[in-house]
């Protein structure tokens, strides 16, 4: 029996890139229905390539970025600068319950399918407008990728070491504010499950991150300091970074929290005499003495492998953990034991490797059904079964250029 949490809920999805896409992503994990609106006058930019990793495909068929950030999914092509066009989409709100969109704000209206448009052929939709920087206030027309979501969202300025520039962490913006999107659209179908009403969720960006940095805008708020830049370091705990293993670039990041904790990292080293130094006797004397006993304990680690160290300390009790890079995500016992990756069959590209949904559902478990779909594959679908139109007036908009 089918059991997706959000089987029955349609979404009409016009985003691009990766914010919008990771959002409507989740929801599809979660049984939803996506049927992504796009256009060959206005081909997905991550189907061309990505930012992030450099890819260029000649293929618009062949990107993994794509069909990692749009499993799942539905794919219909409509040219939104005609007006048919523009009807058919409204004839698809009218058949969905949300909708998606992450271009500038204003770019919706002027094509006519701002909310106050949808809402005359769906009363109850819910839509999404996610942009850099919301639709009020003096940026909301400023253009806006994940750089400078993390900019201005106080992140980047956050992120690196001290002395050193500001890290915006590129892409990773995207999820966390496609994360934050999805959030709010359950919110929103619980309130609409309860009242009958739908609404207007104007997302931006940056808040989205400001968000996720709460207590360091807090410090401010109360002490009237402002947090910089301090590498791995933490403002309590000593150790609390990344320390050098044998191997080529291979690292472990180990993190003491309490006194308990050191005197197990001790024995797990064999007490060597320098734990015993009173510079490292309390939680307080460590986090003082910090780059010191960094140094030491690199001085250790360097001696192992970085499974060897987290092995060792795990046993003791002590958080610690190799630094994984994907090759190594992909192959540990325990990511495979979990789950994590998985297989899907796409068309072009064939086997493909992608990540799992994050959520062990016990009743409703999340899943991935088929890969990204190609351009416009489903046009004859939701067309002629959604709409009802026949194959003649379908051929007759395709060769009009309409869908398209």
């Known amino acids: 029996m089918n059991k997706d949490a959000l089987k029955g809920i349609r979404v009409a999805d016009f985003s691009w890139v990766w914010a919008g896409p990771y ?11 996506v049927i992504k609106i796009e256009s060959r006058k206005r081909i997905d930019q991550t189907r061309q390539g990505s930012i992030t990793m450099g890819e260029d495909f000649e293929d618009i068929n062949a990107s993994s970025a794509f069909n990692n950030a749009n499993l799942n999914k539905k794919s219909i092509t409509l040219d939104l600068k005609n007006p048919q066009g523009v009807e058919l989409a409204k004839r698809i709100v009218a058949e ?3 909708v998606v969109e992450n271009m500038r704000p204003g770019v919706m209206d002027k094509l006519g399918l ?25 940026y909301g027309h400023y253009a806006g990728y994940a750089p400078i979501f993390a900019a201005f969202g106080g992140l980047a300025y956050l992120t690196g070491y001290e002395g050193g520039e500001p890290n915006t962490m590129s892409g990773v913006m995207d999820l966390r504010v496609g994360t934050v999107s999805a959030f709010a659209l359950l919110t929103a179908l619980i309130h609409r499950q309860k009242t009958g009403e739908g609404q207007h969720i ?26 910089g830049r301090c590498g791995n370091q933490d403002s309590v705990m000593a150790p609390h970074n990344c320390y050098r293993c044998q191997g080529d670039d291979k690292w472990v990041s180990i993190a003491v929290a309490t006194d308990e904790e050191w005197q197990a990292l001790c ?15 309390d939680v307080y004397s460590r986090w003082q003495n910090r780059a010191r006993l960094d140094k030491f304990l690199a001085g250790w680690t360097i001696n192992y492998t970085d499974y060897e160290v987290m092995t060792l300390l795990q046993s003791a009790g002590v958080a610690a953990m190799p630094s994984f890079c994907a090759e190594e995500i992909l192959s540990d016992p325990h990511a495979q034991a979990r789950g994590e990756i998985t297989t899907v069959e796409h ?18 478990p999340a899943r991935i059904r088929k890969a990204s779909p190609l351009l416009g594959e489903d046009n004859e679908e939701v067309f002629a079964s959604l709409l009802g139109m026949s194959k003649e007036e379908m051929e007759k908009l395709a060769a009009e250029k309409i869908i398209y």
């Open 23 to 33: 959002a409507t992503l989740l929801l599809s994990f979660l049984g939803a229905e």
């Open 347 to 364: 068309p072009v590209m064939g086997k493909k490797t992608v990540i799992s949904p994050p959520w062990k559902l016990s009743e409703t």
């Open 267 to 281: 024995q797990a080293m064999g007490n060597p005499e320098w734990t015993k130094d009173e510079a490292f006797a």
């Open 96 to 98: 969905s319950d949300v």
């Open 202 to 227: 104007d997302l931006s960006s940056s808040e989205s991150v400001s968000a996720l940095i709460g207590s360091e805008l807090m410090e401010y708020t109360m002490n009237k300091r402002s947090p």
């Open 114 to 138: 701002g909310y106050p448009e949808l809402v005359k052929v769906k009363p109850d939709i819910i839509m999404l407008s996610s942009s850099g920087f919301g639709s009020a206030g003096p």
